[in-house]
């Protein structure tokens, strides 16, 4: 059974910072995309960045320099982390895994990124 499991979400002042974790589970996590999106109500989800297995990175241009995707392959875990918030950043954060040789796409659950004084 694949699991994808959030944490690191919360409220954070404008300029703050934060870092967003996912362990993945029932996956080979070393062949697979890792990516993080973002949803906020009444629009669709974004991407925000994506790991390809290599450690090739790509990022939204609205975060550009300020967010920073990594993954631990030998923990199984995606971070991301977010520097320099704006209250435009607030928004449901979901970790996705995209399983290359089926391209089959798994999500988790969500965490809540709150940028607000």
């Known amino acids: 059974q694949v699991q994808l499991v959030e944490s690191g979400g919360g409220l954070v002042q404008p300029g703050g910072s934060l870092r967003l974790s996912c362990e993945a589970s029932?996956?080979?996590?070393?062949?697979?995309?890792m990516g993080w999106y973002r949803q906020t109500p009444g629009k669709q989800r974004e991407l925000v960045a994506n790991a390809l297995p290599g450690g090739d990175a790509q990022y939204a241009d609205s975060v550009k320099g300020r967010f920073t995707i990594s993954r631990d392959n030998a923990r199984n875990t995606v971070y991301l982390q977010m520097n320099s918030l704006k209250p435009e950043d607030t928004a449901v954060y979901y970790c996705?895994?995209?399983?290359?040789?089926?391209?089959?796409?798994?999500w988790g659950q969500g965490t809540q990124v709150t940028v607000s004084s």
């Open positions: 996705n895994s995209v399983q290359l040789a089926t391209l089959r796409s798994y």
């Open positions: 029932g996956i080979i996590f070393s062949g697979n995309v």
